[in-house]
T-cell receptor, first 118, second 110 residues
Framework: EAGVAQSPRYKIIEKRQSVAFWCNPISGHATLYWYQQILGQGPKLLIQFQNNGVVDDSQLPKDRFSAERLKGVDSTLKIQPAKLEDSAVYLC????????????????FGPGTRLTVL | AQSVTQLGSHVSVSEGALVLLRCNYSSSVPPYLFWYVQYPNQGLQLLLKYTSAATLVKGINGFEAEFKKSETSFHLTKPSAHMSDAAEYFCAVGQGNLIFGKGTKLSVKP
């Protein structure tokens, strides 16, 4: 079974530029997450999708970050314009939908995209 | 609100020694707790999870963790460290929206 795919793996940009990250979840996983992991810290959830709907985007800086999952499969996270403090690893994860009979399902993480903003 | 605190940003053990990584949580509701491992330049991999069943949870690679409500702790242990255990370990709490600790980097000396 293929894992969560992310691209690019590395990106270096200047501040005020735009950047986009792509994620393809595990086939059949309806729930998709984007996390930001700043060096020396644990991942922080930015946005959670279920199919093509947003479940939680309370920690997404909406003035500069946007994310979409138009067809309920792959997803794109965009930063426009980037700031120095956006330098981080952006992790995508996916899981099956939690139900009362399955309980809490495991989140599977991709390898991440390391963003450096100069 | 939920949170986790990992005590010790860096732990070093000798190969064959006991591994103990500490995690304390705060939660106003019965928590779901997790331990993840992250190898360099890779994503996170689930080691084990506690979801209100048995308080002693066994995971992959010989790791286990014990949920202690009275101490609000969920420490990760392994009886005998192996060189391949060297990685960063994250404790997390939550359901869907996971709240992660800052991580503990484990070094294993030969």
């Amino acid at each position: 079974e293929a894992g969560v795919a992310q691209s690019p793996r590395y990106k270096i940009i200047e501040k005020r530029q735009s950047v986009a990250f792509w994620c393809n979840p595990i086939s059949g996983h309806a729930t998709l997450y984007w996390y930001q992991q700043i060096l020396g810290q644990g991942p922080k959830l930015l946005i959670q999708f279920q199919n093509n709907g947003v479940v939680d985007d309370s920690q997404l800086p909406k003035d500069r970050f946007s994310a979409e999952r138009l067809k309920g499969v792959d997803s794109t996270l965009k930063i426009q314009p980037a700031k120095l403090e956006d330098s981080a690893v952006y992790l995508c994860a996916s899981s099956l939908v939690d139900t009362w009979w399955t309980g809490l399902n495991e989140q599977f993480f991709g390898p991440g995209t390391r963003l450096t903003v100069l | 609100a939920q949170s986790v605190t990992q005590l010790g940003s860096h732990v070093s053990v000798s190969e064959g020694a006991l591994v103990l990584l500490r995690c304390n949580y705060s939660s106003s509701v019965p928590p779901y707790l997790f331990w993840y491992v992250q190898y360099p330049n890779q994503g996170l991999q689930l080691l084990l999870k506690y979801t209100s069943a048995a308080t002693l949870v066994k995971g992959i690679n010989g790791f286990e963790a014990e949920f202690k409500k009275s101490e609000t702790s969920f420490h990760l242990t392994k009886p005998s460290a192996h060189m391949s255990d060297a990685a960063e370990y994250f404790c997390a709490v939550g359901q869907g929206n996971l709240i992660f600790g800052k991580g503990t980097k484990l070094s294993v000396k030969p």
